[in-house]
């Protein structure tokens, strides 16, 4: 039904996604299923464009939090997930929440924002078992960090996409780029890499699709953790190995991107 | 003559790296090459326990920094190279220095240090340039970032191995762990990771050998630039991709081992 692939991601890493997608299957976008039919199982999916022949047909149609046994006696925030404190508290004392059921902060806005995925839900767990324990631990929150691929081509994400920061209402620069993750003398190692930050230079955001994505969205995942700007972001001594990394890094010459609309040296 | 491989890596590491390359070369440590033997070529190499047949000889002792045009007129620092202020300006007003000849921050112990690798290098140019044409930049300095391998193990380094730590005078906590560095049902990746700290929590340094290295030491790298101690290693939101990485990442785990070091939930 979605117009692109992985709508959190912008249109430029969408769109190269879509396009190495398109080499393997039969891609429909914006496109919405009306009916399943066939006699013992499913053999044909009905769209309001069109019919699909098939053997097996997979439905993922998105994720909602479970509140029903707390809902009655508990807050839930406006994501519809249970409200909690940084203590992973819920609006009634000595009562917790932790994972998939339960709203955390959002790192990168500093506000209440429901993340349901696996790591963040396993460290609200450790704090609120900390807590129950009798001592005190706050749950910073999560950075939404992401990694997946498709055949060879690795996708991550952590923090704000453009069209997420512009939604919240943030005043944002971005830069995109294609470039080699490797020394230049290796034949494979393409990345596409986007990077959005703040007026002020503070970093929201990136996104990677290519090679060498996962290395570029974990040193991302603490930039951003940290509260790092594109300063940060250029002078952070990555390390260089020419199999796997380059003297000027694909962040770096993203971040210098940046120093150029910022206006700065 | 080193006693073992890579002697800027404790211990621990080095002992899996003579491992790893004892499968495939005639290892020779602690032994002092004394003499070449050959006709046209270099045929033999003698040592002070033996003598060892040979093709090619590749002699490889370290670097020095090369300051003869400099040393004249500028001040070197401690190691030998040339002393530099954060503009990469020598003791001489509006000459600079930069690269392997010079000293810059370590960002660690935040004292000069010569680390004379290739992106430091290439940053301390940029940022002599940019005051060179009448900007105002300074550098921060490096963490000594490196990444290599040797066949399919990858080994890298960020900041202070635990004996350098000793030797400049930290009083240290350390967590040395072998895990997987994916999900576990992965058959490959094995990762062995040290962390080492300061007593107060703030992170000293990293080290890695295995699999997953690279996305480890980048992660590290940003860190430590950004002066992150145990508790931010541990709440980091990096992201979980089974092939590449798992629910409690290996820099996770080893944060939580130096919770119980420090006394700390």
Redesign the interface.
């Known amino acids: 039904m979605a117009e692109r692939p992985l709508p959190e991601y912008d249109a430029e890493i969408a769109a190269i996604i879509k396009s190495e997608m398109e080499k393997f299957v039969n891609l429909r976008l914006g496109e919405k299923v009306v009916a399943f039919e066939g006699k013992d199982k499913v053999e044909k999916v009905i769209t309001n464009k069109g019919e699909y022949k098939c053997d097996l047909a997979i439905v993922a149609v998105g994720v909602h939090p479970n509140t029903e046994i707390a809902r009655d006696f508990v807050e839930l925030g406006k994501s519809g997930a249970i409200k909690t404190n940084s203590k992973m508290e819920t609006s009634r004392e000595n009562v917790y929440a932790a994972g998939d059921c339960a709203e955390s902060l959002n790192?990168v806005t500093g506000k209440p924002d429901w993340i349901p995925?696996?790591?963040?839900a396993?460290?609200m767990g450790y704090v609120a078992g900390?807590n129950i324990?009798g001592?005190?631990?706050h749950?910073?929150?999560?950075?939404?960090?992401?990694?997946?691929?498709f055949y060879d081509i690795?996708i991550?994400k952590?923090g704000l996409s453009e069209h997420e920061a512009i939604r919240d209402g943030y005043e944002v620069i971005s830069s995109f780029i294609t470039t080699k993750s490797t020394a230049r003398y290796f034949i494979d190692g393409l990345i596409h890499l986007k990077v959005v930050a703040e007026r002020s230079g503070k970093l929201l955001g990136i996104q990677a699709v290519g090679k060498g994505v996962?290395?570029?969205?974990?040193?991302?995942?603490?930039?951003l953790?940290?509260g790092?700007n594109v300063r940060?972001l250029?002078?952070?001594?990555?390390?260089?190995?020419p199999?796997?990394?380059r003297?000027?890094?694909p962040l770096v010459v993203a971040a210098r991107n940046m120093f150029r609309k910022l206006g700065i040296?």
């Open positions: 790192v995925l696996a790591t963040p396993n460290k900390v324990a001592y005190e631990l749950y910073p929150g999560s950075l939404k960090s992401q990694i997946t691929s690795e991550g952590v996962a290395m570029r969205i974990y040193a991302g995942s603490a930039l953790y940290r790092a940060d250029f002078f952070t001594d990555f390390p260089y190995y199999p796997v990394s003297v000027w890094d040296p």
